[in-house]
């Protein structure tokens, strides 16, 4: 079991109405919360400052075309989520995962 005195986590969101590409990690221009420092404002990657479980949440809501988001844990695929819209209507798509590191 994992133990920490140290609270960790973050809160971020990316700009509407931005075209991003494949392959492309989404830099969060929009930092709600940072606690504990894990995510990197500049390369927009979460790097756990220690051992322990880790929840992670995405959220995506395209208004036109479609949109597919990974979820990675050292370079490696763990979950995604993909959604698309027709016609200017919003569609959602969230997914969630809690990941163990160290």
Not at 49 to 58: K, S, T
Not at 76 to 100: E, K, L, M, P, Q
């Amino acid at each position: 079991m994992y133990y920490t005195k140290q609270k960790i986590a973050f809160t971020a969101g990316i700009p509407r109405y931005k075209t991003y590409y494949t392959g492309q990690i989404l830099n969060f221009t929009k930092v709600i919360t940072n606690i504990g420092g894990g995510l990197n404002i500049s390369d927009g990657v979460f790097y756990c400052p220690e051992p322990g479980m880790y929840y992670f949440f995405v959220n995506i809501m395209p208004n036109i075309g479609t949109a597919y988001v990974s979820i990675f844990k050292n370079r490696h695929r763990i979950t995604y989520v993909f959604t698309g819209s027709v016609d200017n209507d919003w569609n959602v798509g969230s997914n969630a995962v809690i990941i163990a590191t160290g």
